[in-house]
C-alpha cells in the first residue's frame, strides 16, 4: 500500500506551468512536493510550503494527490515508468494530448491502482490562481469529490465535466484547438484587411464587441441545430452566405493578402451548396464536414 502522508500534493514536471501549479497550491495553503527530471528546476521552487524531491518515487509516494504536467502524454509515462503501484494516489495529467492518448493513460493509471482525472488547461501559467484560466477535469468522480477543492486552489473556474474520461480532452481540443485558434486567426485576416484599408484601430475595437455578440447567439443556434438534426432556417441560408462571399478570396488577393481561413470557410459554403444544402441554415454544414 502506498504510503501519503507528508504533503498534500505533488506536482511532476516543473516547467512554467507545473511551477505555476506548485505556487498556487502553496499560496493556498497545501503542503507540495515537486519533482523535475533536471533537480535543479524543482530545487528553485523550495520554500517553507515546497519541497523538491530527487527520485520520483518518494514524490510520487509523498501526496495523495499527484498532479504530472509534462508537454506530452508519453513524457508523463516515462517519467511515472519506475512507479509501478499507484495505489491511494489520485494522479491527474494535465498535459496536453489527443482524446485516444487520455484514455490510454487512464487504463495505464487504473492498472497501477490510481483515481485518475485527466485535467486540460484553458490559460496560461500566469493565469493560474485566477479566474483567467479554466481547467476541465473528467474521470472519477470520486476523485474529484475528494480533491475538487485543492484543484480549485488552482483556479476557481475548475470544473469536472464528465465521467467519460477523455471528455475534458475533446472539450480542449474543440474549444481551444478548433475553434478558439481559427477565430483568433480569422481575426488576425480580418483586422489586417480593415487596418489595411484605412479603418480607424478605435473604430474597429468599438465595433468589434458586436460581432462577438452575433458570434455567441450564432455558436448556440448551431450547437442546438446539430443535436437536433433540424437545419431548417427562417434566416440567411448557406446559398445566402456563399453567393454574398463569392469573389470575396479574388478582393483579397487584389489588396495583397493571401486570407486562408476565410478561404476555408468558403469553401465549407460552397462544398454545403453543392452537396444540396443551400436551402438550409448555416449548421447544415455539419454534413460535409462529417463525412464518415
Not at 504530472?68 to 513524457?75: E, I, M, Q, S
Not at 481561413?261 to 448555416?282: K, M, Q, S, W
Request: net charge negative; aromatic share 6%.
Amino acid at each position: 500500500m502506498k504510503q501519503t502522508t507528508s504533503h498534500d500534493v505533488t506536482v511532476l514536471g516543473c516547467g512554467l506551468m507545473g511551477s505555476a501549479l506548485a505556487r498556487a497550491l502553496a499560496g493556498g495553503g497545501k503542503t507540495v512536493a515537486v519533482w523535475n527530471r533536471t533537480h535543479h528546476r524543482a530545487a528553485a521552487l523550495a520554500d517553507n510550503a515546497i519541497t523538491p524531491m530527487r527520485e520520483i518515487g518518494d514524490a510520487v509516494a509523498a501526496a495523495p494527490l499527484v498532479l504530472a504536467c509534462f508537454a506530452t502524454y508519453d513524457g508523463a509515462l516515462a517519467a511515472l515508468e519506475p512507479v509501478s503501484d499507484l495505489t491511494g494516489t489520485t494522479l491527474v495529467n494535465v498535459g496536453t494530448g489527443a482524446p485516444s492518448e487520455v484514455e490510454s493513460f487512464g487504463l495505464w493509471a487504473g492498472e497501477r491502482g490510481a483515481e485518475y482525472l485527466d485535467g486540460s488547461i484553458l490559460g496560461y501559467p500566469e493565469e493560474i490562481g485566477t479566474e483567467g484560466a479554466a481547467i476541465l477535469y473528467s474521470g472519477s468522480e470520486t476523485a474529484w469529490a475528494e480533491h475538487g477543492e485543492s484543484l480549485t486552489l488552482l483556479t476557481p473556474v475548475s470544473v469536472w465535466v464528465s465521467h467519460d474520461v477523455k471528455i475534458a480532452s475533446v472539450l480542449n481540443v474543440g474549444l481551444v484547438g478548433m475553434f478558439l485558434v481559427p477565430a483568433v486567426s480569422a481575426y488576425v485576416e480580418a483586422s489586417t484587411y480593415m487596418l489595411g484599408q484605412g479603418v480607424d484601430q478605435a473604430l474597429l475595437d468599438a465595433l468589434t464587441p458586436a460581432a462577438f455578440a452575433s458570434v455567441q447567439s450564432e455558436t448556440a443556434r448551431v450547437a442546438t441545430a446539430i443535436a437536433s438534426g433540424d437545419f431548417t432556417t427562417d434566416q440567411a441560408t448557406i446559398a445566402t452566405y456563399a453567393q454574398g462571399l463569392d469573389g470575396a478570396v479574388d478582393v483579397m488577393k487584389e489588396t495583397g493578402l493571401n486570407a486562408r481561413v476565410f478561404a476555408a470557410a468558403i469553401e465549407n459554403l460552397t462544398a454545403a451548396v453543392d452537396a444540396g444544402l443551400g436551402d438550409l441554415g448555416f449548421a447544415a454544414q455539419t454534413k460535409v464536414i462529417a463525412t464518415g
